[in-house]
């Protein structure tokens, strides 16, 4: 029987991260810039969320809103799901599926590693 391989093999490793107090038009050039889905969301060091394209997408859909005054922190999702470079990757992508996240950060000793997206 073969084994299931951890979720290091594939995860994208130290991923683009943006700081809580940029703006959504600095995080939207980001994600084009470097053709991801997702910004991993850091404040004072420590990873306070995770970014989305979609989150994105939503708070810029709402009236009045201007991508240039409203910062990445009015529109992160909070407790982002956090696993060791040492999970199995079929637990990973279970939770993932299950819970309907698009990805997960990976962390060693606090810091971030990586990143494991559905592309991965």
Known sequence: MKAIPNVQKYMTTLPHTIGAQQT??????????YKVRHLPV???GEIVGILSDRDLK??????????????????????P???SPNASLAE???????????CALICDNKKLVGIFTWVD
């Open 24 to 33: 959504l038009t600095k995080a939207e050039k980001m994600m084009h810039e």
């Open 42 to 44: 850091l404040e004072g």
């Open 58 to 79: 939503l708070v810029e859909s709402f009236h009045d809103v201007d991508p240039n005054e409203i910062t990445v922190a009015e529109a992160y999702t909070p407790d």
């Open 81 to 83: 799901f956090i696993v």
């Open 92 to 102: 990973v992508c279970a939770e993932m599926a299950s819970r309907k996240y698009g």
